[in-house]
């Protein structure tokens, strides 16, 4: 038997919404500015990126602040646990018409796989984008402290944001995984998902 539960609140849509669009908008930009392609100019893509990073920020720092003050920081814990079987199963056992061992529920909404993803991204990719970012907007704007030179900064700014480009279609791609190609994508719109009853789970 399913029922349906709300996995995901408001306020974690919002967050998750917010982060998408600006990190999409600060790809688009960012990659303007390093000269792959011109859209809407260097100097307004310039002035959108570092607003867009601004606004990010301050995103991540509210949704820090909830995160620890809710306990949903759990969420982003990895393990083991359960580990292999969800390997195996993208790797081949949901080409095979298996179902997925890893059933969510709203305390545990993330599978080992995701929990580290979504943990290497937070803890590295993250922080490396917005350090690099600030460091490299400080040069522009106030010359090189202590002689630090631009160059590695703008080198470490552009291969986290080829780190964020791999995790953007990676987790494309997986929403894609759910029981149809779109259920995970009416998950995080609606905040609504049926589960299965883990009686029945065992059972199946």
């Known amino acids: 038997m399913t029922r349906i539960v709300t996995m995901y609140s408001g306020l974690e849509r919002l967050w998750h919404w917010t982060q998408a669009l600006l990190m999409l908008l600060l790809l688009a930009t960012g990659f303007e500015v390093h000269g792959s392609y011109t859209l809407m100019g260097y100097g307004t893509?310039?002035?959108t990126h570092v607003l867009a990073a601004l606004a990010l920020i301050v995103v991540w720092i509210f949704a820090a602040f909830w995160l620890i003050a809710t306990g949903e920081w759990r969420q982003f814990t990895p393990t083991t646990r359960g580990l292999a079987?969800?390997?195996r199963f993208y790797a081949?056992?949901?080409?095979?018409?298996?179902?997925?061992p890893f059933n969510p529920r709203p305390k545990r909404k993330h599978n080992p796989l995701q929990a580290m993803a979504y943990l290497?991204?937070?803890i590295v990719i993250s922080p490396l984008l917005w350090i690099s970012g600030l460091v490299y907007l400080g040069i522009d704007l106030w010359g090189t402290p202590g002689g630090l030179a631009l160059m590695p900064v703008a080198v470490v700014h552009t291969?986290?944001?080829?780190?964020?480009?791999?995790?953007?279609?990676?987790?494309?791609?997986?929403?894609?995984?759910g029981p149809t190609p779109t259920a995970h994508l009416e998950t995080m719109?609606?905040?609504?998902?049926?589960?299965?009853?883990a009686a029945q789970r065992t059972a199946g």
Do not use: N, P, Q
């Open 92 to 100: 081949w056992g949901m080409f095979r018409g298996e179902s997925h």
């Open 85 to 87: 079987a969800v390997l």
């Open 120 to 122: 290497l991204y937070g």
């Open 189 to 197: 719109i609606t905040g609504k998902e049926a589960i299965e009853d």
């Open 45 to 47: 893509a310039a002035t």
């Open 159 to 177: 291969a986290a944001a080829y780190g964020a480009v791999v995790f953007l279609v990676v987790h494309l791609y997986m929403i894609t995984t």
